[in-house]
């Protein structure tokens, strides 16, 4: 991650191209990075390229004055999954010489949309692009072979008896031995020397008393106390406890009617005298975790590093965004509401030498894929995925080629909670990614 992808690929085309393959060329990417991939391929190559995203009456605009391939108008469409999966007959009608899937462990479930939809496309030759392609079981591993080389895996459960298991080193050998032909596969150290380290430390932090009440509630599925502050509403949803003791690890107010419930208590407990600053007080005060960002921000900001936070919830980016700008801190945003082209505008901002934001809120998900903030040197996770490969992804946002700074990571962790016991399964299953590919 971070090591050239985009540009290698975009010389690999253009390589093609020289040879007499004029194309056209599709690539797919997720939607945060297809800004992008039309400046490298402006920066790098005389193609033609064309982004193709929008709204119906902005594709067919496109389609009229810029896409016509009979006249072969352009070399390469830019396109998102979206655009995909949302089933355009246009882009079926093409013969596409080469297709370039970015962030292709999008690919990894056999049974996906995505992957249903590319079959009825005409796509000569593949290549897949991604720095996690082992995420969780081998079976995902299959998926994406079986798209490349259809006849040569054609039966998963072929497959998954002589692999499914991994126990033995002849397994992982022999695993080997087939990914070597199809996989080109470079770490950090073998393309930059000079990188900077990167120092992931763990942060185990303890639950305020708030939510010690609320977590014991949920665990009681104490109904009666959770629903004091609760209108019929709003009233919280109690069917999936793992998922509210996550949110209630984060922040109390995730949880429905707590913060109304919180902040009475809070005025209660000043006695007439209400600060200035009440909300921010009651908010810090109610999570452990920030209290600890109260603490650690000022020093960040003292010592001239900006700061990635990434979440796996929206509406607890809301909070910390709230936080931040009662701080006022300069902050950016980027989650799944936020559009293609306000994306990469708020990465530029950012990014630029002069940049006065510090801090850049990002969804794991949304803003966890292909993008580059090297901008910043600190990075941190303040909930953890199931998934510990898109943690990974998010913290090579910024601790990637062109980062000149030592990166530091802080995973903030909720000591003694549902959240610890998640973050230690979802570690072992790094295990499969250093056993079959990490020793290749």
């Given amino acids: 991650m971070g090591l050239g992808k985009t540009i290698q690929s975009i010389a ?6 020289n040879v007499g ?18 400046r490298e391929f402006n ?34 469409l830019i396109t998102t999954f979206e655009m995909i999966l949302s089933d355009c007959p246009e882009l079926r009608e093409i ?36 720095g996690t392609p082992l995420q969780n079981t081998v079976e995902e591993l299959f998926s994406l072979l079986h798209f490349l080389e259809p006849s040569q895996f054609p039966s998963e459960a072929e497959f998954l008896k002589d692999f499914g298991d991994l126990k033995t080193e002849e397994q992982v050998q022999k695993l080997q031995a087939i990914l070597k032909p199809m996989m080109l596969r470079r770490l950090k150290e073998d393309v ?12 185990e932090v303890e639950l305020t008393n708030i939510q010690k009440k609320y977590y014991r509630a949920i665990l009681e599925k104490n109904f009666s106390f959770l629903s004091k502050g609760a209108g019929h509403t709003n009233m919280p949803n109690l069917l999936n406890t793992m998922m509210e003791l996550r949110k209630c690890c984060n922040h109390p107010y995730l949880i429905n ?3 109304e419930k919180i902040l009475a208590e809070f005025r209660e407990s000043c006695h007439h005298h209400v600060p200035h600053d009440f909300h921010l007080q009651a908010m810090v005060r109610s999570a452990g975790k920030l209290v600890l960002i109260d603490k650690l921000l000022p020093k960040l900001k003292a010592g001239g590093h900006k700061v990635l936070i990434f979440s796996q919830m929206v509406r607890c980016l809301d909070i910390l965004e709230d936080y931040l700008i009662q701080k006022r801190y300069l902050y950016e945003r980027i989650d799944g509401r936020v559009r293609g082209n306000l ?18 809120l990002l969804c794991t998900r949304a803003g966890g894929l292909g993008i580059n903030l090297t901008a910043a040197d600190t990075c941190i996770i303040f909930d953890s995925d199931w ?54």
């Fill in 257 to 259: 009617g707590a913060e």
């Fill in 343 to 360: 994306r990469q505008a708020a990465i530029d901002r950012f990014s630029k030498p002069d940049s006065d934001r510090f801090v850049f």
């Fill in 192 to 203: 930059e020397k000079n990188l900077a380290p990167k120092q992931e430390t763990i942060i």
């Fill in 21 to 38: 393959i004029r194309g056209p060329f599709l690539v797919i990417a997720p939607l945060s990075t297809i800004t992008n991939w039309e």
């Fill in 43 to 76: 920066t790098w190559t005389e193609m033609n390229s064309i982004v193709y995203h929008g709204s119906l009456a902005s594709r067919q605009m496109i389609q009229q004055y810029e896409m016509y391939c009979k006249d072969s108008r352009f070399d390469a």
């Fill in 95 to 130: 013969e596409w010489r080469c297709v370039i899937i970015d962030e292709a462990h999008r690919l990894k479930n056999r049974n996906c949309k995505l992957l249903d939809s590319l079959k009825h496309m005409d796509l000569e030759h593949k290549v897949l692009l991604t």
């Fill in 12 to 17: 690999f085309l253009q390589e093609v191209y």
């Fill in 387 to 440: 998934n510990p490969q898109n943690d990974l992804q998010a913290q090579a946002r910024c601790h990637r080629i062109g980062q000149s700074k030592a990166v530091k990571v802080y995973r903030l962790i909720t000591r003694n909670s549902y959240e610890r016991e998640m973050f230690d399964k979802a570690s072992l299953k790094l295990g499969l990614d250093k056993a079959v590919l990490q020793s290749m």
